[in-house]
């Protein structure tokens, strides 16, 4: 089994800043992506930014250049540091995993972290 566990989230003013976590635990043989995901209310997921493991880093066009992942292999933990916040990143934070495991790449999710972004 595998654990993921976010944190980090809260309320903070448009143009501020959150930096949210996320560990993974458990039966871990290799990670093969890690990233973060959000859901605002009455939409669907969509992804903010994703680390593959070779390298390539993605991110979502209306968070590019206010957001960064960074990631701690030896963890198996990703960050994301989140700046000049806007209204409209107000959405749950999911943490998302895919390890790899032979020719399988099961994928696991945290449980969430809400990020409120108002005055």
């Known amino acids: 089994q595998v654990q993921v566990v976010e944190s980090g989230g809260g309320l903070v003013q448009p143009g501020g800043s959150l930096r949210l976590s996320c560990a993974a635990s458990?039966?871990?043989?290799?990670?093969?992506?890690m990233g973060w995901y959000r859901q605002a209310p009455g939409k669907q997921r969509e992804l903010v930014t994703l680390?593959?493991?070779?390298?390539?880093?993605s991110y979502a066009d209306s968070v590019k250049g206010r957001f960064t992942i960074s990631r701690d292999n030896a963890e198996n933990a990703v960050y994301l540091q989140m700046n000049s916040l806007k209204p409209e990143d107000t959405a749950v934070y999911y943490c998302?995993?895919?390890?790899?495991?032979?020719?399988?790449?099961?994928?696991?999710w945290g449980q969430g972290t809400q990020v409120t972004v108002s005055s």
């Open positions: 458990g039966s871990i043989f290799s990670v093969n992506a």
């Open positions: 998302y995993v895919q390890t790899r495991v032979g020719n399988s790449l099961p994928s696991y």
């Open positions: 680390f593959t493991s070779s390298g390539r880093t």
